[in-house]
Each structure stands twice: as C-alpha cells, then as structure tokens.
C-alpha cells in the first residue's frame, strides 16, 4: 500500500490538500476543489477525477465540523464533473446507457417535487440524482474501454484501504468519540451504518475487480485491502453488512456452477426464509453470538419497525404520488423528538419506502423497473449480477442509501452495475438467458 500510495504521491497529496483547506475555512475548500478537479481534467486525468470526487463523497458522509467542507463542496463538484462529460465528447466516446431505464423515474421525481413543502431543495435533490446517473457512469466506461478499468480499479481499492487503515489508526490515537457513535465503531464515515453500506458495495467491487484482474494484487496485498475491511466491519457491529456480503458471496457460488441451480436456490431460500427469520435469534445464540448481534434488538431492527411504521403511515396520505425528493428528511426531521423517545434515531432506514414518500407507488415501480433492468442486463454477461443484485436489495431493505445521489455507497453501486454489464472476452463467464 505505502509503495502505491508513493507512487501516486501528488494525487494522495491533492485530497490531503483538500483536508487542510476544509480544516482552515470551508469557503476555501470551495475553491481550491473545483480549481483542483480542472487542473486533473486538462492533465486528462480522468480516472483521478472520479476518485478524488467518489474521496470528497467520503468525508461529507462525516459529522465532524474538520469534514463539513465536503458537504459544502460536493454539489459544486457534481456539477463540475458532470459538465467535464457534457462538453468533451471526444475524452467520452464510450458513452453509458446506465440512465435509460430509469428515465420515466426521474419524469415522476420531477412531477413529484411540485408538491414537496421545499420545492427548491426538492429540485437540487432531483438534480443531483439525474447529474450521478446519467453522467457519473461515463467516467467507469471510458476507463473499462481503454485499459478494462485497470488503473481506476487500482486507485479506487488502495484509496478505500488507505481510508479504513487511516480510520483504524485514529481510533488508537483520537478519543473514542471520534471514531465511535454510541459505543460502536464508525471510523470516518457518519455513523456505524455508514461502514456497513460501504463495506458492501465495496467488498463487492473488490471481487468483480478480482474477477476481471485475479493477478491486480499480491496476496499480501490482498490480506491488508480486505483484512482492513473486515476489522471495520467487525468492530462497526453491521448485521446488515456482514449478512449482505454473506448473500453474495453464497449465491455467486451457485450462480458460477449454473444459473438454473442459483435459480433453485433463491426459490428454496425463498421458501426456507420465513422459517429463519422466525427462529434466527435462536440460531445466532445457538453460536454464542447474541450480544455481538444484538439480539435483543433484531425484533424491531434497532428501532427501524418504529421508523417503517411511521414511513406507512405517512404514505397513505401520498400513496401514488409522493412529495419530492428529500421529503422524507424533512417529514422525520420534524418528528424526530417523539420518535427518539419511542426509541428511533435517524431516517426511514429503507431505501423503498423512501422512494414511496418521495414519489409515490408510481415511482417505485418504475425505480425498480430501471434497477431490475440493468442488473437482468448485466445478468446476461456475468454471473455475479444476481448475487450483488440481492446482497443491494438485502443491504436497501435497512437503510436508505439507494435513493440518494451523493453519498459513497450510491456512486460505487453504480461502478459495480457498469462493471458487470462489461462484456470481457478475456475471462471465463457464466452467461444467463436475457431477462
């Protein structure tokens, strides 16, 4: 790691730059950023663009007033990166078709924001989401087109190690408040949640990597990027990560011997579930792992069956149409104190009932239309698409992520779904009939 991290010295150099101006004045971040990702553009450093934007994502995620410069700053580099595509057809010549099945979403969303008690911040959220979509995929198609995303890849998973190592250090040397939220581990990420959802799409694009680079690492090197993560993961407590990340990795093994047993296999899980789910506690204490997984807890998902009731609850006031993007937010914001005495913090915890406030029954289908679709195309090429479309449905049923723009869980999603639908002659595949 610090051989690449040397290697690559003046980009490691530029993010700590960023920090530092973060920490002096925010305004100044807001413009050193933007002056920082032009110089990267007319250098043609592209694949550094989009990690060094997907590192600001990162921190924003961050509560700490050293970090509230990214949240200041990332709108203005969405609209920068974005246009960076717009204007330059000729550096994005193999352009991504990630957006069109979600094109009828964003004509609901746009309808729906009319109605919302914020209309502008409705409007900005709606934006920001069409800007990631449609525009954020191209920087993962033109890399995969040149070198098969080699050198993206390497930046994006030494960048996230040096982030969890980073995160790991601070918590033997910063108080424990630091790196901690209620007696659980949150490195530099917002919250416990917060390394659970990142962990999963990133432990994900870590195999797809792996699956089209198998010699990119060493195995040393591969002992410190998924040793890092899985301390994190351990020490953040994340049921919804550890058992995200174990639906993926036991249907690609399925899924790799055939599609027809994978397929088996969801339906006898399918079955087998409600039979689980009934007696999980006692399965998990049967290993001795009550306390570490919070049994005691599992029957109201940590105060998510609160936040799930009140989300339908509200919906029947907007069943087919919702309010507008980020009215959730603000429908908890203003209940959170009745809510925190019946034992909830935070948001609705789901990404679909999120979408049904925010859009409506309409909306939803037509989110999951565009969601299904990629993944059935991706499905077609890769045997892995299944397996990561449920371990991100699992992962979206308990938090929210999925229905957000900018954060760093939705823009490695997105990198994973345009991994899987690139079609690699190189390697061995195990295709599947077109959905």
Same mark, same amino acid.
């Given at each position: 790691?610090?051989e690449?991290?040397?290697?690559n010295?003046q980009?490691?150099?530029l993010?700590?730059?960023?920090?530092?101006?973060?920490?002096?004045?925010?305004?100044?971040?807001?413009?050193?950023?933007?002056?920082?990702l032009?110089l990267?553009?007319?250098?043609?450093?592209?694949?550094?663009?989009i990690? !060094?934007?997907?590192i600001?994502?990162y921190?924003?995620?961050n &509560?700490?007033?050293?970090?509230?410069f #990214?949240?200041?700053t990332?709108d203005i580099?969405l609209?920068?990166?974005?246009a960076?595509?717009?204007?330059?057809?000729?550096?994005?010549f193999?352009?991504?078709?990630f957006w069109y099945?979600? !094109?009828?979403?964003f004509?609901?969303a746009?309808?729906?924001m009319?109605?919302n008690? %914020?209309?502008m911040?409705a409007?900005?959220?709606?934006l920001?989401f069409?800007?990631m979509?449609?525009y954020?995929?191209?920087?993962?198609?033109?890399e $995969?087109?040149?070198?098969?995303?080699e050198?993206?890849?390497?930046?994006?998973?030494?960048?996230?190690t040096?982030?969890?190592?980073? #995160?790991?250090a601070?918590?033997?040397i910063?108080p424990?408040d630091?790196t901690y939220?209620?007696?659980?581990?949150?490195g530099?990420?917002?919250?416990p949640n917060?390394?659970?959802?990142?962990?999963?799409?990133?432990? $994900?694009m870590?195999?797809?990597?792996?699956?089209?680079?198998?010699?990119?690492?060493?195995?040393p090197?591969?002992? %410190?990027?998924?040793?890092?993560? $899985?301390?994190s993961?351990?020490?953040?407590?994340?049921r919804?990560?550890?058992?995200?990340?174990?639906?993926?990795?036991?249907?690609? &093994?399925?899924?790799?011997?055939?599609?027809?047993?994978?397929?088996v296999?969801v339906?006898?899980?399918?079955?087998?579930?409600?039979?689980?789910n009934?007696?999980?506690?006692?399965?998990?204490?049967?290993?001795?792992?009550?306390?570490y997984?919070?049994?005691d807890?599992?029957?109201?998902g940590?105060?998510?069956l609160i936040?799930?009731t009140?989300?339908?609850q509200?919906?029947?006031?907007?069943?087919m149409?919702?309010r507008?993007?980020?009215?959730?937010?603000?429908?908890?914001?203003?209940?959170?104190?009745?809510?925190n005495d019946?034992?909830h913090?935070?948001?609705?915890?789901?990404?679909?009932?999120?979408?049904?406030?925010?859009?409506?029954i309409i909306?939803?289908?037509?989110y999951?239309?565009?969601?299904f679709?990629?993944?059935?195309? #991706? #499905?077609?090429?890769n045997?892995? !698409?299944?397996p990561?479309?449920?371990?991100?449905?699992?992962?979206?049923?308990?938090?929210a992520?999925f229905?957000?723009s900018l954060n760093p869980?939705?823009?490695?999603?997105?990198?994973?779904?345009?991994l899987?639908?690139h079609?690699?002659?190189t390697?061995?595949?195990?295709?599947?009939?077109v959905l």
């Amino acid at each position: 790691m610090l051989e690449f991290v040397k290697e690559n010295s003046q980009f490691y150099m530029l993010i700590l730059i960023w920090v530092i101006a973060g920490i002096i004045a925010p305004e100044l971040a807001m413009v050193v950023i933007p002056l920082t990702l032009m110089l990267l553009k007319n250098k043609g450093r592209y694949a550094e663009i989009i990690v !060094a934007f997907a590192i600001l994502l990162y921190f924003s995620d961050n &509560r700490k007033h050293e970090f509230a410069f #990214a949240g200041k700053t990332k709108d203005i580099a969405l609209v920068l990166v974005s246009a960076f595509v717009m204007f330059d057809s000729k550096q994005f010549f193999s352009k991504s078709k990630f957006w069109y099945p979600f !094109a009828a979403f964003f004509a609901v969303a746009s309808i729906s924001m009319f109605r919302n008690p %914020l209309p502008m911040l409705a409007f900005q959220k709606t934006l920001s989401f069409a800007l990631m979509f449609i525009y954020i995929p191209n920087y993962f198609t033109r890399e $995969i087109a040149i070198d098969r995303g080699e050198r993206m890849l390497k930046l994006w998973i030494w960048s996230g190690t040096v982030l969890y190592v980073v #995160a790991l250090a601070l918590s033997f040397i910063l108080p424990v408040d630091y790196t901690y939220l209620v007696g659980r581990y949150n490195g530099l990420l917002g919250n416990p949640n917060g390394i659970g959802s990142f962990s999963t799409v990133f432990f $994900i694009m870590i195999m797809l990597t792996l699956q089209k680079h198998p010699k990119m690492f060493t195995t040393p090197q591969l002992v %410190l990027i998924f040793g890092s993560l $899985i301390i994190s993961v351990l020490m953040s407590g994340s049921r919804n990560c550890i058992f995200s990340i174990l639906i993926f990795l036991f249907f690609s &093994r399925f899924y790799k011997i055939s599609y027809w047993i994978g397929f088996v296999i969801v339906i006898i899980v399918a079955i087998l579930f409600q039979i689980i789910n009934e007696n999980l506690p006692a399965i998990i204490n049967a290993f001795g792992l009550g306390d570490y997984f919070r049994v005691d807890h599992l029957e109201d998902g940590s105060g998510r069956l609160i936040a799930w009731t009140f989300g339908w609850q509200e919906i029947q006031n907007n069943f087919m149409l919702g309010r507008g993007f980020s009215y959730e937010e603000t429908l908890f914001e203003e209940n959170k104190y009745w809510l925190n005495d019946l034992g909830h913090l935070g948001g609705v915890h789901n990404t679909f009932l999120a979408l049904w406030l925010n859009t409506g029954i309409i909306g939803v289908i037509v989110y999951l239309v565009g969601f299904f679709k990629n993944f059935f195309k #991706a #499905a077609s090429v890769n045997y892995m !698409a299944l397996p990561t479309m449920f371990a991100i449905l699992f992962s979206c049923m308990f938090e929210a992520w999925f229905q957000g723009s900018l954060n760093p869980f939705t823009i490695i999603a997105i990198l994973n779904i345009t991994l899987l639908q690139h079609v690699d002659t190189t390697q061995e595949k195990n295709t599947v009939p077109v959905l």
